[in-house]
């Protein structure tokens, strides 16, 4: 059902994709699936994507991490930089 949800929402080739805890309710190996397939519409469309999570293993795939405290920005971290190597998230 992920899957589809990401087809629905990259069908009209948007430039930006808001995804809020796409990995929330998955098993390790279908949250690995969906940000692969996240991670490769990315790289491959130029879409931004915005993911939403509360999950720290999550957030360190990104290239940036912006940490939002009641509403408001409390920091922002820089990620992996996925360009320098293979790109496979691993959940665990």
């Known amino acids: 059902m992920q899957r589809v949800a990401i087809a629905r929402a990259v069908v009209?080739?948007?430039s930006l994709v808001?995804?809020?805890e796409p990995?929330?309710?998955l098993d390790s190996s279908s949250g690995a699936s969906i940000l692969r397939l996240l991670s490769d519409?990315?790289?491959?469309?130029?879409i931004t994507m915005i993911l939403a999570t509360?999950?720290?293993e999550v957030a360190s795939l990104s290239d940036r991490v912006i940490h939002v405290r009641d509403g408001s920005?409390?920091?922002i971290e820089p990620g992996i930089d996925r360009f320098s190597e293979p790109y496979v998230?691993?959940?665990?």
């Open 12 to 14: 009209h080739s948007p």
């Open 18 to 20: 808001l995804a809020d």
């Open 23 to 25: 990995t929330g309710n």
């Open 41 to 46: 519409l990315n790289r491959k469309t130029g």
């Open 54 to 56: 509360h999950s720290l």
């Open 73 to 75: 920005v409390e920091k």
């Open 89 to 92: 998230p691993e959940i665990r």
